[in-house]
Structures are given as C-alpha cells and as structure tokens.
C-alpha cells in the first residue's frame, strides 16, 4: 500500500498538538488572562504569540478524535464500543479528579485566597464539595476536573455518536460521510466550515462563555461536537485528506492573515467589550484561522508527516498519560520555582524541560504496573491499542464497519 494511504499523519498531528498545550499551558503562568497561578512578571508581551494555537488547538484534536471513534467504531458492534471507550476515558477522568487535579486547586487557593491549611485539610473539603473558596462572586467549584474536561466532553460525545449510530444505522452514515466529503471540496473545504464556526461565534458566544462545565457550555458544544462527527464521517473519505493536502498553502496563507488581524482587533481598547459590529468582525476573522489552520496542518503533515515508525508508536501511547498529568506538574513547579525569581524567560524554559521531563518519567513508570495503567489511559500493551491507531483511508472495511463499499482512494 502506497504510504499516502495512511493517517499517520493524524496521530503525528495529535502529539503535536498536545506537546503544544505543554507550551500553551506553560504560557498561561505570564499572560494577563485568569489561570490558577501566576507568574509576578505576567503580562501581555507573550500573548500574540498565545493566539497563534489557541483558537484551533482544541477543535483539531476534537476531529482526530472523531477520526479514530470513527475506525474503532467500524471494527466493533456499538455496545462494544460504547464500553470500550468509557473504560480508556472515565477510569482516568475519576483517578484524575481525586489524584491528579486537587494539587492545582490547592496552589490555586494558596496564591489567590492565602489559604493556610495543609494538603489534607484542603482534601476533606475537595472531596466535600466545599464551595466557600470565593473572591468576590467568583467561586472554586469543588470538586473539579480542570484540564481534564476535554475527557469528559469526549466521553460525552462518544454516547452522541453511539446513540446516532443506533438510530441512523451505520449504512445512512456511510452515506453522509460520502456526502460530506463530496460537499468539502475546492473552496467550499475552506469556506464552509469557516462560515459555520463564525456563525455559531456571533450567535452563541455572546450568551454562552467558555465555562469547560459540559452542562451550559453551549458555545463550546457548538463547534466541538460538529467538529468531533464530521472526523468520525470524514475517517475514511481519502479524498477528503488528499483535498487538505492540495489547499494547504492557501490555508496557510489565510490562517497566517488571520492570526495577525486578530493581535489588531484583541489590541482595539474596547476589545474586552465589543460591539456587535467588532464581535461580528473578530468572528470573521478567527474562524477563517482557526478552521484554515486546521487545513493547513492536515495537510502540511500529509505530505511530511504520514509516516510510521518507533517514535510514533511510542508517542502514541505516552501522549495520553502525559496530558493528565502536565498540568498539574505546571502549576506545582511554577510555586515551587517562584520563590528562586529566575527571569521570566529562563524560568518558562526550565518549566518546559521540567513538565516534560516529570511527565515522561511517570508514564514509564506507570506503564510498567498493570494495575495502574488503566488509571492513566494506558491499554494492555504499548503497542497501538484500538482507537489508539489511525489506519488506512483506502482498505475495504472488516464486518461491521460504517461503509459497505471500499472507501475514497487517496
């Protein structure tokens, strides 16, 4: 098989993107936005730079997930699924909640309320339900899964796409995946997505903020979700990747447009409260970006990137456990190395090195104990595991897949 017929350029994307929340998140201690700590010498130097991932980051690894829901899917019954996917997600969502976040949360009181109690004193509250952590009207729900909420939207969606499958059929699917990528071609692959995020912008946005609570993040499920079952539709349409290939420099061209027209309209003096006209404008704007950065990504790594390999089989695996833990390793060394005022830019180094380094060195340990692999998303073995891979866009389907015919050649 020619080796443009994989997607492993899909799973080389997803490393990337969560190495990019390392950074991301690393960021998030020096700019002037709310995060659970902050660094004494935060501001707006680094932000621009915050806004060359932050409006596609999150809504490409929703459609990679959907990309590999769709394979795993196609090889099992939809029950199977279903219970395969809630064990590889709420094991780690539960574990993370109880072990892995509440050390961010405590740092989180520490610095903005001054909190004075020990660890375990801040537990038996944590695991209480104490909501009296307050400045003001903003209060810290407890307990909370932080960084872990693309888990639960995931789960979340994955009982959306089960629940749609048993009521379409896997055949009227086939057919809609068909139908989409026959839809996404030439201009209408950039214009209509773009059009649909931009709309879904200036009609939610405004009454729905980002609150990563599933129950009334309305905006968020408006551009996720789609996002999440167009990858399942598009997985093995092979023409659908090989059209993100051939626009790839036009998207690159218009998503790096973007990107620079939003530093203007994010530096406007009324930006933290815009018009509808200004909301109008950004959304004009960012999801042009967000959606042709997306393109430009897939299709770049397309070309470069759809390869296998020793390196791509170990990420694959460790990406998972590292997202879990990253953050918290952020938030724990960003207090512990506060105290040394290293210069701001060193210091964000050396917290990069850091977190990978710790997050690494715990997913080789975790790994080697079967009984705690599970607790960090790990399956049986280190080899690929279903849902991990991403395969062929141009095999003929095993028994029960999503398609009944050969799929799209690339």
Request: charged share 15%; with cysteine.
């Amino acid at each position: 098989m020619h080796p443009s017929s994989r997607l492993y350029f899909l799973d080389w994307l997803r490393i990337v993107a969560f190495f990019i929340l390392i950074l991301y998140h690393t960021g998030m201690y020096y700019v002037t936005w709310d995060w659970h700590v902050k660094s004494p010498d935060a501001g707006r130097a680094i932000e621009p730079l915050m806004l060359l991932s932050s409006p596609w980051r999150m809504s490409l690894l929703f459609l990679i997930s959907g990309v590999a829901s769709g394979f795993l899917l196609a090889k099992l019954p939809s029950g199977r699924f279903l219970r395969e996917r809630s064990r590889r997600l709420l094991l780690p969502l539960l574990f993370g909640m109880l072990v892995i976040v509440p050390p961010q949360s405590y740092c989180e009181v520490i610095e903005k309320l001054g909190y004075a109690g020990s660890y375990a004193d801040f537990m038996r509250l944590y695991v209480a339900g104490y909501h009296g952590f307050c400045r003001g009207d903003d209060c810290l729900a407890l307990p909370t899964w932080n960084h872990l909420w693309f888990v639960v939207y995931l789960w979340a969606y994955t009982v959306v796409l089960t629940l749609a499958v048993l009521a379409a059929g896997r055949e009227r699917v086939a057919r809609a995946g068909t139908w989409l990528a026959g839809l996404l071609n030439g201009w209408r692959a950039l214009l209509l997505p773009a059009a649909f995020l931009a709309l879904a912008r200036v009609l939610l946005k405004p009454y729905f903020e980002e609150t990563h609570a599933l129950v009334d993040d309305w905006y968020n499920h408006a551009v996720y979700l789609p996002l999440f079952l167009a990858g399942v539709l598009l997985a093995a349409q092979g023409r659908f990747w090989a059209e993100l290939e051939r626009l790839r420099w036009t998207a690159l061209g218009i998503a790096l447009a973007g990107w620079a027209l939003l530093v203007c309209l994010y530096s406007l003096p009324d930006a933290g409260q815009p018009s509808l006209a200004l909301r109008i404008v950004a959304a004009a704007v960012r999801s042009p970006f967000q959606w042709c950065a997306i393109v430009a990504l897939c299709g770049f790594a397309r070309r470069h990137l759809n390869a296998d390999g020793a390196a791509r089989r170990y990420l694959t695996v460790a990406v998972f456990p590292v997202y879990i833990v990253h953050q918290t390793l952020i938030v724990g060394l960003a207090m512990l190395l506060k105290p040394l005022h290293i210069p701001p830019a060193t210091e964000g180094a050396v917290l990069v090195v850091l977190t990978c380094t710790f997050s690494f060195a715990i997913f080789e340990a975790v790994r080697r104990v079967p009984g705690v692999r599970a607790l960090f998303g790990i399956g049986t073995r280190d080899a690929e595991t279903e849902g991990d891979r991403l395969p062929s866009a141009g095999r003929r389907p095993t028994d029960g897949s999503l398609s009944p015919v050969s799929p799209a050649a690339n």
